[in-house]
């Protein structure tokens, strides 16, 4: 291989490399940046309201909202459950705090909604993004445990999932 050639391989590896460097960095900086997460869900515009009550949901006017692709939360809850009080007050404090309005869905409606093929166990808070299960906390597990025992871990759960700018809540 002449000298002339080599020199012209060492350039076109030297530029190949320098686009690798600048398209990884970017790539970093985008991981960094959240630019790869899933944004945070609006709740549908009537959810962005002072409220401190549970709203009882059933089990049709669930699918209703479902069918109509509304973004909004659900409180899964059991009554006679001392992690279910917990959670609910947690619920009721967040609401209060935020000013967002959450559905309550008793354990034994949700057995015949489709929550049931994702909510297995309660107490639980579900975060519905136009009309689909985005998230939920699970009573199950050991990564939501402290979410269920101390309200800023809860209460950051919920800041991290729902966007409260959208209208002007924060």
């Not at 060492?10 to 960095?25: E, K, P």
């Not at 947690?90 to 015949?112: L, P, Q």
């Not at 489709?114 to 639980?124: E, G, Q």
């Not at 800023?152 to 209208?167: P, Q």
């Amino acid at each position: 291989m002449s000298a002339e050639k080599k020199k012209q391989m060492g350039v076109l590896a030297l530029i190949v490399l320098l686009i690798v460097v600048l398209v990884g960095s970017l790539l970093f900086v985008g991981a960094v940046s959240g630019w790869f997460e899933d944004p945070k869900v609006v709740l549908s515009e009537e959810y962005y309201t002072e409220s401190s009550e549970l709203k009882d949901l059933s089990v049709e006017d669930y699918q209703n909202l479902i069918d109509d692709e509304k973004s909004f939360l659900i409180f899964v809850d059991q009554k006679e459950c001392k992690t279910a009080d917990r959670l609910r007050g947690y619920m009721k404090d967040y609401m209060k705090d935020k000013g967002v309005m959450v559905y309550r869905m008793m354990f034994s409606e949700a057995k015949d909604s489709s929550l049931h093929d994702y909510v297995k166990y309660y107490p639980s808070v579900v975060i519905i993004d136009k009309g689909r299960i985005r998230t939920f906390l699970r009573a199950d597990s050991n990564e939501d445990t402290n979410k269920y025992n101390e309200y800023e871990a809860f209460m950051t759960w919920m800041d991290s999932n729902i966007d409260l700018k959208a209208k002007g809540t924060e």
